[in-house]
């Protein structure tokens, strides 16, 4: 199973590969960055994760159940960006390049996905516990996330650019179109043109009724200005609400999340203690098993000796713990009134004889030891 994940793994870092370069040439995706460096090493992290560390990132992501098709997601948005490349002064694409940002043609839904793309590699990085025992299955992560956050801020740069293109534009409209009418309205000329074909008597009927109409013409523009703020002041208020909305609904997203992380970690948590239990139980069983064997062996050691007692622990052996379950034998029964017999003697001989070498003579005088103690 850890065979099968690891590979699935591996493609999916595999599939980003082609991904990473392009952003990394990309000047949309942010400053000159190394993402193909990022997510080689990243690759080659995950190909020695141990079990423990490959269950960590499995957990990680099933934060995001649809993680196998995210090299399908993102190599769409990608393609979807201009080809901008950096130049040796470094970023090609600058604030003002309208052209290139409405070529682009990106809407409020296009940055939407690219931002949801982003938000599922936040979730399964934030899945990674911040300890020193991690540390290798988060170089792995961020190796994987740093892709879809060069993507979103392309994406967000490009719209707002444009954005901020047609704000300008519509404000230089206005700007121009009441510039020609105050101009046409109180242009010199025309009144002079007009004095001419005219009597003096009328001249001041003629000035009175261009004042007339150009007050006229500036409260039109004051009323399309008015109107044209509420419109605005409306178009706000929509993004606003809708943006508080995303804002609720990602918020109570991410405590959903956060909640089932917490219980999944409280399961893991209990496991492990479990399992801490269980390794003790079986260690403290398995000494008392060769213990067991050796006091078997030690009360008769003359008809069948085994061989891995005679020998010392630096030969695999267990004659040190054969004396030490002697020694122990002959401390409680002395304790306890019932008398050791010449034990302690036998035990100091089989000790000269351990001492010398001599590990079967050792470990026929420790089972003789036994055996006055244990009468």
């Not at 917490?262 to 893991?268: F, I």
């Not at 060769?290 to 267990?318: M, S, T, V």
Request: one cysteine or more; glycine letters at 6%.
């Amino acid at each position: 199973q850890n065979g099968a994940f690891r590979a699935d793994l591996v493609q999916l870092y595999t599939n980003l590969a082609p991904i990473a370069a392009g952003l990394d040439q990309n000047s949309l995706a942010g400053a000159p960055a190394d993402r193909s460096a990022v997510l080689g090493a990243a690759t080659a992290k995950a190909k020695s994760l141990s079990p423990a560390q490959l269950a960590v990132m499995k957990q990680a992501l099933s934060a995001y159940p649809s993680w196998r098709s995210l090299p399908t997601t993102l190599a769409k948005l990608v393609a979807r960006l201009p080809k901008g490349r950096f130049s040796t002064a470094g970023v090609k694409i600058t604030p003002d390049d309208c052209p290139t940002a409405r070529a682009a043609g990106f809407t409020q839904t296009d940055v939407e996905a690219a931002a949801d793309a982003s938000l599922a590699a936040d979730a399964i990085l934030e899945a990674i516990p911040q300890d020193t025992l991690d540390e290798v299955v988060r170089a792995v992560a961020v190796g994987l996330w740093a892709i879809p956050q060069g993507i979103q801020r392309a994406f967000e740069h490009l719209y707002n650019i444009a954005n901020a293109c047609d704000a300008a534009d519509q404000q230089a409209l206005i700007t121009t179109n009441l510039d020609a009418k105050v101009s046409s309205r109180a242009s010199v000329t025309d009144v002079n043109t007009r004095a001419s074909q005219v009597s003096v008597d009328n001249l001041t009927t003629i000035v009175q009724n261009a004042i007339t109409n150009i007050t006229s013409s500036f409260t039109s523009i004051e009323n399309a200005i008015t109107a044209l703020k509420t419109d605005v002041d409306t178009s706000f208020v929509t993004v606003n609400t809708a943006l508080t909305t995303l804002k609720t609904d990602v918020d109570n997203s991410f405590t959903a999340l956060n909640t089932a992380i917490a219980n999944v970690q409280t399961g893991v948590n209990t496991a492990n203690t479990r399992l801490v239990t269980l390794t003790a139980n079986v260690a403290a069983n398995n000494d008392l098993n060769i213990r067991l064997h050796i006091e078997e062996d030690l009360a008769n050691p003359g008809n069948h000796p085994i061989a891995l007692f005679e020998l010392p622990a630096a030969q695999g052996g267990y004659l040190e713990v054969a004396r030490s379950i002697v020694a122990d034998i002959i401390a409680k029964m002395t304790t306890n009134g019932e008398g050791a017999g010449n034990g302690a003697s036998f035990l100091a001989s089989g000790d000269q004889s351990r001492a010398a070498g001599q590990f079967k003579a050792a470990y026929a005088s420790y089972g003789k030891a036994y055996q006055a103690a244990a009468k």
